[in-house]
């Protein structure tokens, strides 16, 4: 009786279209990642973020916010992830992976995450929902779009000439690994 009971639902489990299966593991990864938030909360490390990066179906490395316990105001979820994952792999580059985030990434996460390249970012919180409790990066966005000459911060371009020679030795250079 209990064996029938088990084998009728794996068989309803197992009819079930691929997309609703492969949600259940996109819910389990995105769980992993607020739970790694909210690690970092209890902890008191940095701010409520977690992520996990996932290549075949495994998570390879993962991350909470630790801005505050490290000094370190690129210690995001998503960075400290990248860099656990890309250990993991002894790669630069994620290709084949996911990126499962508590919240949708700040620009400097979002750009990390771009060179990582993996194949798919998904996010809990939007970055609506991380203004609300402090965590507002819509300046960082409009600096971006802005002019050098109006940002915030001035950037000045100088010895462009002495600088631009690493490049034509970099580029001049066989050896050399593209990324």
């Known amino acids: ?42 902890n008191g490390e940095g701010g409520p973020f977690g992520c996990v990066i996932v290549k075949d179906g495994k998570i390879i490395g993962e991350g909470y916010n630790k801005v505050i316990s490290t000094n370190d105001p690129t210690a995001h979820a998503e960075i400290v992830a990248i860099r656990d994952a890309c250990k993991n792999l002894n790669s630069f580059q994620l290709e084949e992976c996911e990126v499962y985030t508590s919240c949708e990434p700040c620009p400097m996460c979002l750009g990390a995450i771009y060179w990582a390249r993996p194949k798919a970012i998904y996010f809990g919180n939007t970055k609506e929902d991380a203004a609300t409790i402090g965590f507002d990066d819509s300046m960082i966005y409009d600096e971006i779009r802005a002019d050098l000459n109006v940002r915030k911060i001035p950037a000045f371009n100088i010895l462009r000439k002495e600088a631009n020679a690493t490049f034509v030795n970099w580029n001049e250079r066989d050896a050399k690994k593209h990324y």
């Open 1 to 42: 009786m209990r064996s029938d009971l088990i084998r009728s639902i794996i068989l309803k489990i197992l009819s079930l279209p691929i997309e609703i299966l492969s949600m259940l593991n996109e819910e389990k990864f995105m769980k992993a990642a607020i739970a790694l938030a909210e690690r970092g909360v209890e």
